[in-house]
């Protein structure tokens, strides 16, 4: 039902990109290099070089392999630059193209050696890709979740910033596109390209034909609770699950129910388009009480101060027990997964007035 396959390679070796050379050595050995050197080429794209990429003394050509340009470098810090720590690949070599004085003399040399600077640059800039702003991200991916409808991005980068470089599972409900298998996708490749280290997967009740490199499309409905916990113990657990589906007050409770156990401790929850709380045509109503998501959402700031109010000795209730914090800003909603075990004030402290 869920293509676990993808990620056997993936996701450890993205675990051990942060690793010390030896342990990501190994890890390479274990999970074959050939695999290792699909998922990189995946990564990096296309590029007119021959890359000639090293491992234990072996050596095997990729890309162009009929480019006369030849960047040679050891697999490992390839997997160190894209997933890792490492600044540049410290065992990179230049082949560069054989070469004889032509009719331009030195000056028409000295140029065609431009395009050959331009083409290692690129290779080497996939391989060690920059952290541009989320903004820039969304711009660059159009992705509505900045400028057009919404000025969410601010508010992600606050809370996710800590995520960043981690090796994150991420959920998104909501691909876009609508009824066209062949749109959407902004807001996951947005999230790609921020998460260099993250997988991440995108729930879509319309079939979606999308790729990438860590980006998996899954066809499901959010309000079957059912498929959403198999698709959490699948594929699960996520550190960050993202509502921006169908926006259906319902939906978004059942979705929510459904998912939150499948978060990480220390996971968060975000839950986008709340406007949808006191809309009436959406299944929500002007004060956004209980039975909206709004409502659901408020309900949780109560949970969180339950040991002021319950007997001592009572345990809360699953909620109440792992949401260790929510953030409310316009429209967007954070939940943190956490343990949520701190005692209330004494007794006597309760009956002082
Ligand atoms: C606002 S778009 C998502 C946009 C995307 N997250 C982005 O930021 O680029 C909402 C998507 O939710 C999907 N959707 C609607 N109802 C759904 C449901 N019940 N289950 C899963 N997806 C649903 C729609 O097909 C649509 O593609």
């Given at each position: 039902m869920f293509d676990?396959?993808?990620?056997?390679?993936?996701?450890?070796?993205?675990?051990?990109?942060?690793?010390?050379?030896?342990l990501l050595d190994d890890t390479i050995r274990r999970l074959t290099p050939e695999a290792v050197t699909q998922v990189v080429l995946d990564e990096i794209g296309a590029h007119d070089v021959r890359l000639d990429l090293r491992f234990d003394g072996l050596s095997t050509s990729h890309l162009n392999t009929d480019a006369e340009l030849v960047v040679s470098l050891e697999l490992t810090d390839v997997v160190r630059g894209l997933y890792g720590t490492?600044?540049?690949?410290?065992?990179?070599?230049?082949?560069?193209?054989?070469?004889?004085?032509?009719?331009?003399?030195?000056?028409?040399?000295?140029?065609?050696?431009?395009?050959?600077?331009?083409?290692?640059?690129?290779?080497?800039?996939?391989?060690?890709?920059?952290?541009?702003?989320?903004?820039?991200?969304?711009?660059?991916?159009?992705?509505?979740k900045w400028g057009d409808l919404h000025w969410y991005t601010q508010h992600y980068e606050r809370h996710f910033a800590r995520l960043r470089d981690e090796p994150v599972r991420v959920l998104e409900i909501g691909i876009g596109g609508y009824d066209d298998p062949d749109r959407g996708g902004a807001s996951l490749r947005m999230w790609q390209r921020y998460f260099r280290r993250?997988?991440?997967?995108?729930?879509?009740?319309?079939?979606?034909?999308?790729?990438?490199?860590?980006?998996?499309?899954?066809?499901?409905?959010?309000?079957?609770?059912?498929?959403?916990?198999?698709?959490?113990?699948s594929l699960g657990p996520f550190d960050v699950v993202i509502d921006d589906g169908s926006h259906l007050?319902?939906?978004?409770?059942?979705?929510?129910?459904?998912?939150?156990?499948?978060?990480?401790?220390?996971?968060?929850?975000?839950?986008?388009?709340?406007?949808?709380?006191?809309?009436?045509?959406?299944?929500?109503?002007?004060?956004?009480?209980?039975?909206?998501?709004?409502g659901m959402l408020k309900s949780f700031v109560d949970g969180l101060n339950q040991a002021e109010v319950r007997d001592p000795r009572a345990e809360g209730s699953y909620l109440e027990r792992n949401i260790s914090g929510i953030s409310f800003h316009h429209n967007i909603a954070f939940v943190e997964k956490g343990l949520n075990a701190e005692e209330g004030g004494p007794e006597f402290f309760r009956r002082l007035y």
């Open positions: 676990t396959e993808r990620w056997t390679v993936l996701a450890p070796l993205l675990q051990a990109a942060t690793a010390g050379r030896d490492a600044e540049r690949p410290p065992s990179l070599a230049v082949q560069t193209p054989h070469a004889e004085l032509g009719e331009g003399g030195l000056v028409a040399w000295f140029r065609s050696r431009k395009d050959i600077a331009r083409n290692v640059q690129g290779l080497l800039s996939a391989l060690r890709p920059d952290r541009p702003s989320l903004d820039s991200l969304a711009v660059a991916f159009e992705s509505d993250g997988l991440i997967h995108g729930l879509d009740i319309v079939p979606k034909n999308l790729t990438g490199p860590r980006l998996m499309a899954i066809q499901g409905d959010q309000a079957d609770a059912d498929f959403l916990d198999q698709l959490g113990k007050n319902e939906h978004v409770q059942i979705s929510f129910h459904a998912l939150f156990p499948h978060v990480r401790s220390g996971g968060l929850y975000v839950v986008e388009d709340l406007q949808t709380a006191y809309w009436p045509g959406w299944g929500g109503h002007t004060e956004a009480g209980p039975g909206t998501s709004t």
